[in-house]
């Protein structure tokens, strides 16, 4: 256990359908990222904040993805009209910005299942 | 950031030192080296992070060259349970977006 958390672990839904998760980083950690990963792949960096500023976002991320961290604390990543293209793993990883490390630590991810 | 290539397999049986290595032509001054493992349906986890020559930790070493152009992950006297896959991050440690490839999937044999 790394202290990150996301919720819901697995989560199926039909092609149409928004869905959204949640992750909950290591408390004092100001750095939030977003990944997606299917399988075989590496994990495509999404979307990352600083505190509860979105300071990057990935062109791959269609208008239909939005990613909010309203307090600088959990964060939420939702997706709308859901695709089947869209099934992946989401993880979630937060760091401490301004130190030397590169360290993300992550949690055990979202798996969604369009069909 | 900085483009890494890696192998894409590599396999290896219980007590022996695998070193896995990474390219990273294009690297800049202020990238620093990171590497990740990952087993099936976790999130990838941090193993070592290196600027140059050589760094050593309770689980792995890493060996950076001068020119810094590659880098080699060593682990010593392998078991079953790192059989997993390993990514080669290169990038500056306060930039936000980090690039992992396809890594190189390690198969530790009885």
């Known amino acids: 256990d790394t202290g990150v958390s996301q919720d819901p672990r697995h989560k199926i839904t039909k092609r149409g359908q928004n869905v959204t998760f949640r992750c909950d980083p290591i408390s004092e950690h100001n750095r939030l990222y977003w990944y997606r990963q299917t399988l075989g792949q590496g994990p495509e960096f999404l979307t990352y904040f600083q505190n509860e500023a979105q300071l990057e976002k990935s062109r791959l991320l269609s208008d239909r993805f939005s990613a909010e961290r309203p307090k600088g604390s959990f964060s939420t990543l939702e997706i709308q009209r859901t695709e089947q293209g869209d099934s992946a793993m989401y993880l979630c990883?937060?760091?401490?910005?301004?130190?030397?490390?590169?360290?993300?630590?992550f949690g055990p991810g979202t798996r969604l299942t369009v069909t | 950031l900085a483009k890494t290539t890696q192998p894409i397999s590599m396999d290896s049986y219980e007590g022996q030192e695998v070193n896995i290595t990474c390219s990273h032509n294009n690297i800049a001054t202020n990238d620093y080296i990171t590497w990740y493992q990952q087993f099936p349906s976790q999130g990838p986890r941090f193993i070592i992070q290196?600027?140059?020559t050589k760094v050593t930790n309770e689980v792995a070493s890493l060996f950076i060259p001068a020119d810094r152009k590659s880098s080699t992950l060593s682990l010593p006297r392998v078991s079953l349970s790192d059989t997993a896959v390993y990514y080669c991050l290169v990038g500056d440690t306060n930039a936000g977006k980090s690039t992992f490839g396809d890594g190189t999937t390690l198969t530790v044999k009885p």
């Open positions: 290196g600027y140059k």
């Open positions: 990883a937060s760091s401490l910005a301004g130190g030397r490390s590169y360290e993300q630590y």
